[in-house]
Each structure stands twice: as structure tokens, then as C-alpha cells.
């Protein structure tokens, strides 16, 4: 039996602790909900009330634009919508980089289980 048999073997069969791994991140809420954990926490929940505060700044923006009289005014209200958009947009993306980070380590686990379900070999595991 190879070694890609063996860690396929034991992918498939794995018990308990994979079905865990498995199971809390089912959605796309639990996924956000893991990011407000571990050690960057406190920068996720500064992440949230930024991406927050910039929604309400580019809607405030969007109202002064589209009530605007003065087509110089319009470009000020404009580009301040869209900076406020661009703000928000690239918080946004950080919260899902950091929903990346938690799947891949997530998964790394997940291999770092099987690899040392598979060194220990058939005849150490009962």
C-alpha cells in the first residue's frame, strides 16, 4: 500500500474530532462568527464598526449627491460616496481574507490529524 493510499484511506475513514472540524463551519455566518475569535478579536470588532461608520458615511454622501444643485457640489458629495464605498469595500475584503486564513488552518488541522493517524500506523492505533 502506497502512502497517498494510506493518507486517502484515512481521510475517508476518520472519526470523531474530523466530524467536529466539519461541522461548526457550515455557513457563511458561523465562518464571519470565527473571525470575531482569537487573538485579532478586538481589531475584527474595530473592523465592523469602521465598515459600519463608512455604510453610513457613503449613504450620507449618496443623499448630498443626488440633492445636490451645483454640479461642483455633486462632484464633492460624488467622490466622497465613493471613497466611503472604497473604504467599506476594502474592509469587507479583509473579513473575508481572515475567513480564508480560518478555513485553510482549518483545513491544515484536518491533514496534520490524518498524517499522524497514518505515521503511527495499523498496528499502534488500539
Known sequence: MTIDERIRKELEGQGEAMERLSIEETGL??????????????????????????????????????????VDDRVFWGLLALAGFHAMSMLKLWFFMEMNRHSVTREVKRIEIALARVGDGPQNRQ
Open 29 to 70: 455566518f458561523a465562518m464571519l462568527s470565527r473571525v470575531f475569535t482569537g487573538g485579532l478579536r478586538q481589531w475584527a470588532a474595530y473592523a465592523m464598526f469602521l465598515t459600519l461608520a463608512f455604510l453610513g458615511v457613503t449613504v450620507w454622501c449618496g443623499y448630498h449627491f443626488f440633492t445636490a444643485g451645483a
